[in-house]
């Protein structure tokens, strides 16, 4: 009989052990699935921030681009009574530039034939652009007309620009010429790196940031990977970023690296014009590593771990 008792006994508590595999087990999961939605969650909430980066930069440039739009506008105006001033149309010329710089690379006046007659590049005096698409396309509509992203003739050399060109008119609406203004791809550059980098100081140490911006027919032009910068056509590439803004609707996308084959976050957006500037239709990726995202919360989850560990180890033992 008291062989009995601790026979019961041992019967009694056969299951204890399955029941501390199945609570492990349990807490194991459980654990995983909360770190799967709290990483969804950081993920989400990364890629908001990032899509409102792009967002931003895209409004900024079109803010830039339209008030050089102003600035041709208004030249034609200034310089219609005085175009038989050759004197003074360069010297306004040299002031506009130094006055605006680094806005300006270049800025030039056109005879009604399409010559020279005053630039801040004195080679370019004497030239004759009568042939040239922008010149004639002034000519012929008497309206504005804006070179998209290319190396033009009249700027410095191997420097991508934004080219203005405005119809210079008599108050009879008589073509006189026209004047052109080149903006550098550098400083609308340098303008979305100083925002960049203030997302990146408000977030800390958690990563960096990259950005690019592609022209509407997907080639990029402006890469803060400068190894690849005006070497890729990301929409001939099918990548989904470059795809998704062409529907004009600001988001983001997790997505492969082109080049280094990691996950990452892209923020995108497309420039819509500003005011009655209708915009390039650029497109504006911004985006983060996926693992750089984590990292934050990657390091505060093994905190908890450990001091979960410390509690349940013991636990078990006792038990």
């Known amino acids: 009989t008291s062989m009995a008792v601790p026979a019961r006994e041992s019967r009694r508590y056969r299951w204890l052990p399955y029941l501390l595999i199945a609570m492990t087990l349990f807490a194991l999961l459980a654990a995983a699935g909360v770190l799967r939605f709290v990483e969804d969650r950081f993920v989400e909430a990364t890629g908001g921030e990032l899509t409102l980066a792009a967002v931003e930069i895209a409004e900024k440039v079109d803010r830039m681009l339209f008030e050089r739009r102003g600035d041709a506008l208004m030249m034609t105006r200034a310089l219609a009574s005085r175009m038989s001033d ?36 004195t080679s370019l005096v ?12 002034v000519r012929e509509t008497q309206q504005l007309n804006v070179t998209d992203v290319a190396v033009q003739e009249t700027g410095e050399s191997g420097v991508e620009t934004i080219t203005f060109t405005a119809p210079i008119l008599s108050p009879q609406a008589t073509f006189l010429g026209a004047v052109t203004l080149q903006v550098g791809i550098p400083f609308l550059e ?32 402006v890469d803060s990977n400068l190894l ?30 082109l080049q280094r084959h990691v996950q990452v976050v892209t923020g995108y957006a497309q420039t819509r014009g500003f005011g009655e500037f209708v915009g ?6 911004v985006r983060m590593e996926r693992q750089e995202i984590l990292a934050p919360i990657h390091a505060f989850l093994w905190k908890v771990g450990i001091i979960g560990g410390v509690v349940w180890i013991p636990m078990l033992v006792l038990l």
């Open 126 to 137: 004497g030239r004759n652009y009568g042939r040239a698409a922008s010149f004639t396309a």
């Open 228 to 257: 690849h910068k005006g070497g890729l056509n990301l929409t001939e590439l099918g990548l989904p970023p470059a795809l998704l803004t062409e529907a004009g609707v600001p988001g983001f996308v997790e997505e492969e690296h």
């Open 190 to 221: 340098e303008v979305t790196t100083r925002t960049i980098r203030l997302h990146e100081a408000r977030r800390g140490a958690s990563g960096r940031i990259e950005y690019k911006m592609l022209t509407r027919k997907g080639r990029v032009f």
């Open 280 to 285: 390039l239709g650029w497109s504006v990726l």
């Open 86 to 121: 050759q004197k003074f149309l360069s010297e306004y010329l040299k002031w506009m530039q130094k006055e605006y710089a680094p806005v300006y690379l270049s800025l030039a006046v056109m005879d009604d034939q399409g010559i020279v007659v005053a630039a801040t590049e």
